[in-house]
Protein backbone atom coordinates (compact mmCIF):
# COMPACT_ATOMS: atom_id res chain seq x y z
CA UNK A 1 0.00 0.00 0.00
CA UNK A 2 1.35 3.48 -0.61
CA UNK A 3 1.99 5.83 2.43
CA UNK A 4 3.40 9.08 1.95
CA UNK A 5 5.09 10.49 5.76
CA UNK A 6 6.36 13.92 6.45
CA UNK A 7 7.93 13.39 9.63
CA UNK A 8 7.95 16.89 10.42
CA UNK A 9 4.41 18.90 11.43
CA UNK A 10 6.30 22.16 12.11
CA UNK A 11 9.35 23.52 11.27
CA UNK A 12 10.93 27.23 11.77
CA UNK A 13 13.38 28.48 9.89
CA UNK A 14 14.92 32.53 9.68
CA UNK A 15 14.63 34.62 6.68
CA UNK A 16 17.66 34.13 4.47
CA UNK A 17 18.35 30.14 5.75
CA UNK A 18 18.05 27.06 4.08
CA UNK A 19 15.26 25.19 4.56
CA UNK A 20 14.35 21.00 4.03
CA UNK A 21 10.89 19.86 4.18
CA UNK A 22 11.52 15.95 4.75
CA UNK A 23 9.29 13.49 2.51
CA UNK A 24 9.68 10.15 2.74
CA UNK A 25 7.05 7.28 0.62
CA UNK A 26 6.42 3.91 0.46
CA UNK A 27 5.12 2.11 -2.62
CA UNK A 28 5.70 -0.95 -4.69
CA UNK A 29 5.99 0.67 -8.11
CA UNK A 30 7.18 3.71 -9.86
CA UNK A 31 5.52 6.26 -8.17
CA UNK A 32 4.70 9.97 -9.28
CA UNK A 33 5.65 12.32 -6.88
CA UNK A 34 4.32 16.16 -5.56
CA UNK A 35 4.45 18.74 -3.25
CA UNK A 36 1.38 20.75 -2.88
CA UNK A 37 0.76 24.77 -1.02
CA UNK A 38 -1.24 26.14 1.40
CA UNK A 39 -0.53 29.51 1.87
CA UNK A 40 -2.99 31.20 4.53
CA UNK A 41 -6.34 31.78 3.53
CA UNK A 42 -5.91 30.42 -0.48
CA UNK A 43 -6.74 27.34 -1.47
CA UNK A 44 -3.84 24.46 -1.96
CA UNK A 45 -2.16 23.90 -5.01
CA UNK A 46 0.43 22.89 -6.97
CA UNK A 47 3.82 23.70 -6.42
CA UNK A 48 6.27 21.23 -7.81
CA UNK A 49 6.06 17.48 -9.66
CA UNK A 50 9.28 14.98 -9.39
CA UNK A 51 8.73 14.75 -13.52
CA UNK A 52 9.11 18.00 -14.69
CA UNK A 53 12.47 18.46 -12.79
CA UNK A 54 11.32 22.33 -12.38
CA UNK A 55 12.50 25.18 -9.90
CA UNK A 56 9.00 26.64 -8.32
CA UNK A 57 9.53 29.99 -6.56
CA UNK A 58 13.22 28.77 -5.65
CA UNK A 59 12.52 25.17 -4.47
CA UNK A 60 13.26 22.22 -5.84
CA UNK A 61 12.91 18.46 -4.95
CA UNK A 62 14.56 15.48 -5.64
CA UNK A 63 13.45 11.83 -6.18
CA UNK A 64 15.57 9.76 -4.60
CA UNK A 65 14.26 5.81 -4.98
CA UNK A 66 17.64 4.47 -3.22
CA UNK A 67 16.33 6.83 -0.01
CA UNK A 68 12.54 6.62 -1.40
CA UNK A 69 12.28 10.09 -0.35
CA UNK A 70 11.44 13.53 -1.95
CA UNK A 71 12.47 16.15 0.10
CA UNK A 72 11.98 19.75 -0.92
CA UNK A 73 14.48 22.07 -0.48
CA UNK A 74 14.82 26.01 -0.85
CA UNK A 75 18.67 27.50 -0.47
CA UNK A 76 16.93 30.82 0.92
CA UNK A 77 14.18 30.90 2.85
CA UNK A 78 11.78 34.02 2.73
CA UNK A 79 8.83 35.27 4.58
CA UNK A 80 6.34 34.40 1.49
CA UNK A 81 7.25 30.84 1.45
CA UNK A 82 5.29 30.71 5.49
CA UNK A 83 2.49 28.32 4.18
CA UNK A 84 1.32 24.43 4.63
CA UNK A 85 3.08 22.07 2.45
CA UNK A 86 1.99 18.83 1.35
CA UNK A 87 4.25 16.20 -0.18
CA UNK A 88 1.45 13.66 -2.06
CA UNK A 89 2.08 10.35 -4.41
CA UNK A 90 0.42 9.08 -7.36
CA UNK A 91 0.79 5.65 -8.73
CA UNK A 92 -0.93 6.14 -11.72
CA UNK A 93 0.01 8.50 -14.85
CA UNK A 94 -2.15 11.57 -14.64
CA UNK A 95 -1.96 12.85 -11.21
CA UNK A 96 -5.30 10.41 -10.53
CA UNK A 97 -5.77 9.30 -6.98
CA UNK A 98 -3.65 11.72 -4.85
CA UNK A 99 -2.10 10.56 -1.60
CA UNK A 100 -1.18 13.22 0.84
CA UNK A 101 1.29 13.29 3.95
CA UNK A 102 0.48 15.21 7.21
CA UNK A 103 1.95 18.03 6.10
CA UNK A 104 4.75 20.64 7.56
CA UNK A 105 3.73 23.97 8.36
CA UNK A 106 7.09 26.00 7.71
CA UNK A 107 7.33 29.47 9.32
CA UNK A 108 9.60 31.52 8.40
CA UNK A 109 10.81 34.19 10.83
CA UNK A 110 11.86 37.40 10.08
CA UNK B 1 -12.74 30.19 -14.62
CA UNK B 2 -13.94 30.34 -11.23
CA UNK B 3 -11.41 26.98 -9.87
CA UNK B 4 -13.36 24.67 -8.26
CA UNK B 5 -16.15 25.82 -6.05
CA UNK B 6 -17.60 24.65 -2.71
CA UNK B 7 -20.33 25.82 -0.53
CA UNK B 8 -20.97 26.00 2.05
CA UNK B 9 -17.63 27.92 2.95
CA UNK B 10 -18.70 27.30 7.04
CA UNK B 11 -20.94 24.76 8.17
CA UNK B 12 -21.87 24.69 12.30
CA UNK B 13 -24.39 21.75 12.96
CA UNK B 14 -25.26 20.00 16.13
CA UNK B 15 -24.68 16.20 16.72
CA UNK B 16 -27.30 14.16 15.00
CA UNK B 17 -27.71 16.34 12.20
CA UNK B 18 -27.70 15.75 8.49
CA UNK B 19 -24.71 17.64 6.62
CA UNK B 20 -24.59 18.35 2.91
CA UNK B 21 -21.81 19.65 1.28
CA UNK B 22 -21.40 20.91 -2.20
CA UNK B 23 -18.87 20.83 -5.07
CA UNK B 24 -18.75 22.09 -8.69
CA UNK B 25 -15.79 20.98 -10.63
CA UNK B 26 -13.56 22.92 -13.17
CA UNK B 27 -15.70 22.88 -16.55
CA UNK B 28 -14.11 20.20 -18.49
CA UNK B 29 -12.63 18.23 -15.30
CA UNK B 30 -13.62 14.17 -15.59
CA UNK B 31 -12.17 13.18 -12.12
CA UNK B 32 -13.48 14.25 -8.96
CA UNK B 33 -11.96 13.91 -4.97
CA UNK B 34 -13.01 14.31 -1.91
CA UNK B 35 -10.36 15.16 0.67
CA UNK B 36 -10.80 15.83 4.86
CA UNK B 37 -8.19 17.66 6.57
CA UNK B 38 -7.77 17.71 10.29
CA UNK B 39 -4.51 18.57 12.39
CA UNK B 40 -3.94 14.87 13.49
CA UNK B 41 -4.18 13.18 9.62
CA UNK B 42 -3.53 15.70 7.23
CA UNK B 43 -5.31 15.45 4.16
CA UNK B 44 -6.82 11.86 3.47
CA UNK B 45 -8.88 10.74 0.85
CA UNK B 46 -12.14 10.31 1.09
CA UNK B 47 -13.62 8.98 -2.39
CA UNK B 48 -13.22 9.93 -5.69
CA UNK B 49 -15.02 9.77 -9.40
CA UNK B 50 -13.82 9.14 -12.84
CA UNK B 51 -16.70 10.38 -15.25
CA UNK B 52 -18.92 10.72 -12.60
CA UNK B 53 -18.46 7.04 -11.29
CA UNK B 54 -17.15 6.33 -7.80
CA UNK B 55 -14.15 4.59 -8.03
CA UNK B 56 -12.49 4.39 -4.77
CA UNK B 57 -14.76 4.86 -1.98
CA UNK B 58 -12.39 3.00 0.87
CA UNK B 59 -11.45 6.56 2.68
CA UNK B 60 -14.89 6.81 3.89
CA UNK B 61 -14.97 6.80 7.30
CA UNK B 62 -18.19 4.67 7.92
CA UNK B 63 -21.22 4.61 6.49
CA UNK B 64 -22.64 8.02 7.62
CA UNK B 65 -20.78 9.30 5.01
CA UNK B 66 -21.96 8.96 1.38
CA UNK B 67 -21.05 11.06 -1.67
CA UNK B 68 -22.89 10.98 -5.33
CA UNK B 69 -22.16 12.50 -8.57
CA UNK B 70 -25.44 13.08 -10.34
CA UNK B 71 -23.75 14.59 -13.27
CA UNK B 72 -20.81 16.17 -14.58
CA UNK B 73 -20.57 19.71 -12.96
CA UNK B 74 -21.93 18.97 -9.32
CA UNK B 75 -20.77 16.34 -6.66
CA UNK B 76 -22.39 16.14 -2.50
CA UNK B 77 -20.71 14.67 0.18
CA UNK B 78 -23.27 13.91 3.18
CA UNK B 79 -23.05 12.75 6.83
CA UNK B 80 -25.78 11.57 8.43
CA UNK B 81 -26.31 11.54 11.29
CA UNK B 82 -23.19 13.76 12.00
CA UNK B 83 -20.81 13.32 15.15
CA UNK B 84 -18.40 15.75 16.56
CA UNK B 85 -15.31 13.82 15.25
CA UNK B 86 -16.78 14.65 12.01
CA UNK B 87 -15.59 18.51 12.58
CA UNK B 88 -12.67 19.09 10.04
CA UNK B 89 -12.22 20.82 6.36
CA UNK B 90 -13.92 19.02 3.18
CA UNK B 91 -11.81 19.73 0.29
CA UNK B 92 -13.16 18.97 -3.20
CA UNK B 93 -10.88 18.80 -6.07
CA UNK B 94 -11.03 18.25 -9.77
CA UNK B 95 -8.47 17.06 -12.73
CA UNK B 96 -8.58 15.84 -16.31
CA UNK B 97 -8.28 11.94 -15.99
CA UNK B 98 -5.18 10.76 -17.89
CA UNK B 99 -3.68 14.09 -18.39
CA UNK B 100 0.19 14.65 -17.36
CA UNK B 101 0.19 18.13 -17.17
CA UNK B 102 -3.27 18.36 -15.14
CA UNK B 103 -2.37 18.46 -11.44
CA UNK B 104 -5.62 18.34 -8.68
CA UNK B 105 -6.94 21.79 -8.63
CA UNK B 106 -8.84 22.40 -5.44
CA UNK B 107 -11.80 24.41 -4.16
CA UNK B 108 -11.48 26.56 -1.10
CA UNK B 109 -12.92 23.62 1.19
CA UNK B 110 -15.68 23.62 3.64
CA UNK B 111 -15.37 23.88 7.66
CA UNK B 112 -17.82 21.58 9.00
CA UNK B 113 -17.98 22.26 12.76
CA UNK B 114 -20.27 20.12 14.92
CA UNK B 115 -20.99 20.85 18.43
Known amino acids: AQRVTQPEKLLSVFKGAPVELKCNYS??????LFWYVQYSRQRLQLLLR??SRESIKGFTADLNKGETSFHLKKPFAQEEDSAMYYC????????????FGTGTRLTVIP | DAGVIQSPRHEVTEMGQEVTLRCKPI?????LFWYRQTMMRGLELLIY????????DSGMPEDRFSAKMPNASFSTLKIQPSEPRDSAVYFC?????????????FGNGTRLTVT
Open chain 2, 27 to 31: SGHNS
Open chain 2, 49 to 56: FNNNVPID
Open chain 1, 50 to 51: HI
Open chain 2, 93 to 105: ASSLLGSLNSPLH
Open chain 1, 27 to 32: YSGSPE
Open chain 1, 88 to 99: ALSGLTGANNLF
